[in-house]
């Protein structure tokens, strides 16, 4: 999703044929780069290509290693949770977050469509919550985890990386060539996110 740049925040929906790719950063410029590098070989080779435009992702196997340096705010107020610290939003971070088995259903259904018309396929659950939404979840989960937003002018303690309220991504596409369904809503990838941190500590 990082290719729409500022276009990422226009309009109700990000649409793969009517929102514009505009990368601003290295990061978004190089994956729009290897999709155009992908679609010239594919025209060269004659090879059928489908790109696949990820939403927002998170849940299990996501860790502090020191090599990234944008951990997912779901991410980091959960391990806040976990070891009992508060936290502060610096917003809501309304978004199209989607949990990672998702991601993977939703790429092996395109992978085993039988056609796929399309050249772009934005991945995504169809649905939004935000990180504030998150934090009240995880608060029934662990009771004394304790969260707010920010007073304006205040230093929020979870990190947003300036990603705003982007808009959601589409998935008119891929629901109708693939018939994916999400089916992991935030309760029920809470819990499971949960008992996999108990089974896997970080």
Not at 80 to 101: E, H, I, K
Not at 147 to 169: H, V
Request: hydrophobic share 45%; charged share 20%.
């Amino acid at each position: 999703n990082a290719v729409y740049g500022p276009n990422a925040f226009v309009g109700d929906l990000l649409d793969e044929a009517r929102t514009q790719p505009d990368p601003q950063t290295m990061y978004s410029i190089t994956k729009l780069a290897a999709e155009r590098s992908a679609q010239r070989l594919a025209d060269l080779w004659g090879l059928p290509l489908h790109i696949a435009r990820l939403t927002s992702i998170y849940g299990r196997f996501e860790r502090d290693t020191g090599a990234r340096d944008t951990l997912s705010p779901l991410f980091q107020v959960t391990l806040a949770a976990r070891s009992g610290q508060a936290v502060t939003l610096p917003s809501a971070g309304l978004r199209d977050w989607m949990y990672g088995p998702d991601v993977g259903n939703a790429l092996r259904a395109l992978l085993q469509a039988e056609r796929l018309t399309e050249p772009i396929y934005h991945v995504s659950a169809g649905r939004t919550f935000s990180v504030a939404d998150w934090c009240a979840a995880l608060a029934h989960v662990y009771p004394g985890f304790s969260w707010r937003l920010a007073a304006e002018g205040e230093t929020a303690s979870i990190d947003y990386f300036g990603f705003g309220e982007r808009k959601p991504m589409s998935v008119q596409r891929l629901t109708r060539d693939t018939g994916f369904q999400s089916a992991w809503p935030l309760e029920k990838a809470l819990a499971d996110w949960v008992a996999w941190l108990d089974a896997n500590p970080i």
